[in-house]
């Protein structure tokens, strides 16, 4: 529904609905809203939306990886309800630059996570599915410029996230592996003709938090003749470690030659320039030193250092 008052106001309100058939047969219902008022080359919104989500990622490692498991959820379990509110203001300048600023707070109920003895099988899953709640609340500012030959934006965003499991770390609210406090993306494009430009791409985000052992427990497998010590790290809090900061520069230079009805367009460039070292995931490696003494050393790999590429691209 569009509504419109006078020349400055414009309403605009929807609602969803979901028929979810799983486990469990659930029906929802979520409405959003969004009231604008505008001026010149001024705008002023505020907004509310509420969203459901019947999916639940199990993470393998100990941070975020594209072999993650969505679950559907379990027989009798709610699904996760979200509800968000934003603010947000948006300028216009006549010498080609525009400012957005917006705070948003998300209020968040029966979110799923998995108890501390959940097993990586697949089907072992939903016996450890628990039920949970959280808040995001942040706070975002974009500029953009654009003038003749050159474009040039800075989006910078603000955030926190808390959530709460009465069945981890003792019932305290912490930082989920989702959370990224500072996340900042600066992108430029320079057009040195209508076929020839660069472009550059530098992102950064806050280092996610993910989960460390606090010590070794020493077992001895007695089935083993050789009777060999196993050493078992030993964990206590979830999400208790802060990886390191992320950061990447990527450039990609484009040449387009048009013919006729044909354009073809060839790019060359690479993906973190710099070669950063950022980490994919971690994992803990044993090893003994010259005293014979072992210690749990976390390792990260990384998956996409600096890569160069070129591309062909044809259009008719």
Known sequence: MNYRHG???????????QHYRGNSRINSLSPRAKISYFTGKFTLWLDYAQTTQYLSLYPYFTVKTPIDIW???????????????????????PIGLTLYAGLFYKNMQHLKDFSANAST?????????????GYARGFELDLSFQQRNLHLRFNYTLSESKRKFKEINN???????????????INSS??????????????FSSGVYTTFPVGVALAHNITDSENKPILIPVYTDRYNYKLPDNHRLDANLDYLFPYKRIRLKISAGAYNVYNHSNPSFVYFNPEENENGKTKFIPKSKVILPFIPYISLHLNW
């Open 7 to 17: 020349n400055h106001f414009l309403l605009v309100a929807g609602l969803n609905y």
């Open 190 to 203: 320079l057009y040195f003709s209508s076929r020839f430009s660069l472009n550059l791409l530098w992102t």
């Open 71 to 93: 679950y559907p959820l379990d027989k009798g379990m709610k699904p996760a309800l979200c509800r968000q509110i934003s603010i947000g203001a948006e300028q216009e300048i």
């Open 171 to 185: 019932g305290q609210a912490f930082n989920p592996p989702y959370d990224v406090k500072h996340n900042i993306v």
């Open 121 to 133: 099988r697949y089907s072992g899953l939903t016996d450890n599915m628990i039920e949970g709640k």
